[in-house]
């Protein structure tokens, strides 16, 4: 069975963050992070501004990270009302799990 390396994980992430950035208002957005786990990567992010000026005021607030499915490389946006593990779990339904997907 087929791996998603971590580089393949940032990639199917960076492509969510793309389109999360195309929508008017949305500032453009970058990885900060990647957590491996067992099931998924976990890839965090944040608007790119604050993540080259630091500053509180160009920070995104309740973006929760994307998992990337280390099997079949399946994309699921979180969010910021459950802890991380809820999610990992699979107990959530979000916009990408009914999308068209590797």
């Known amino acids: 069975m087929p791996v998603i390396t971590e580089r393949e994980a940032r990639r199917a992430a960076e492509a969510v963050l793309q389109d999360m950035s195309s929508v008017p208002g949305m500032p453009s957005l970058a990885i900060m992070n990647v957590e491996e786990r067992q099931?998924?990567?976990?890839?965090y992010?944040?608007?790119?501004?604050?993540?080259?000026?630091?500053?509180?005021?160009?920070?995104?607030?309740?973006?929760?990270p994307i998992l990337v499915d280390r099997q079949t490389g399946r994309r699921h946006q979180t969010g910021t009302a459950q802890p991380i593990d809820y999610y990992?779990?699979?107990?959530?339904?979000?916009?990408?799990c009914t999308a068209a997907q590797p």
């Open 45 to 64: 992010y944040q608007s790119a501004r604050y993540i080259e000026t630091g500053s509180f005021l160009d920070s995104l607030v309740g973006n929760g």
């Open 88 to 96: 990992v779990a699979g107990r959530h339904t979000c916009a990408l």
């Open 39 to 43: 099931a998924c990567w976990i890839v």
